[in-house]
């Protein structure tokens, strides 16, 4: 994981877009080798999580450019906006962002319904040349929040347990009436349908025990689309994004830089973040302190707080994984 990084540990800063009355938390994420780079990443999220989900992955990806992670509106303690939260809504939050920070060409990255805003803002601006797709949800086959309830509970069988508790901590920052707001517009959203006017270039990722999002939808998603490469991650599940973070950066970088094959299997080895160098019970705590820290932050609306912890949390993880080098 960490044989490319940096001498020093990424840069992080956190700021808010405000948008016709709500407003977006970016954490930007910026290293020495990325600052020279014109390349840029925007990481978007699921239903109820947030930019901690990247945690691992934006590290990552910021060997190779800088990386913009979202805490969309009424996620991660940002207030819940009265609008609909539909699809277009968060698409418009999204291109809010790009234009803030003039990001006329990132590669934009979604993971699960994260995956459905990507995809709309992929179909409304035609100049962004690359997608990746990440655990794309809904399939046409189960488009029941019952069904839908059962396949993540399937693939959480399969989630490390402190991702699993970093969901939960999510889903009650975000609030359960808000989260259930939300999940009536992602089983209507037409993904297929939307991906057929999509341009981009395409890469689609799903783990090999992802129910939510199954082999067959992907099929579909890759016939739909103009121009999509497919991947699957051997040993992961629904959370590619995090316990298998290296394969999915590694896929990332290669499919943007035109080097990997349409199709394709990675194994779990390949893809799996390694153990850290250093750690134990006081690297644990110190890493859950941080977080704590973080939520409560996010919780009472101080974003000096947010960034702290933040920052406070990729320094501890930085040094575990590099063996303390400075």
Known sequence: MMAEVDDEPADIDVETVEFDGVRTRVTRVTTARSRESGRAFVLIAGIGVAATYFDLLAPLLAQRGRVYALDLPGFAGQRAPRTDPSVAFFADQVEAVLDRFELDD?????????????????????????????????????????????????????????????AVSAYLLCGFAYSMRVPPHMMRYPVAARLAHVEARVLLIRGARDFSSPRYFHSALVAAARDASRWEVHGAAHSVINGSAVGVAELTNAFVADALPRRGQMSEAEARVPDPAYGGIALVWRAARYRVQEWFSAREGDEVGVEHAKESHAAVMWRAFTGGRR
Do not use: K, Y
């Open 106 to 166: 990132p590669v934009l990255l979604g993971h699960s319904f994260g995956a459905q805003i990507v995809t709309e803002v992929l179909a409304r601006r035609r100049g962004i040349r690359h997608g990746v797709l990440i655990g794309p949800v809904v399939n046409d086959r189960e488009r029941s929040l019952v069904l839908q309830a059962i396949r993540f509970a399937q693939s959480s069988f399969f989630e490390p347990v402190r991702l699993v508790l970093l």
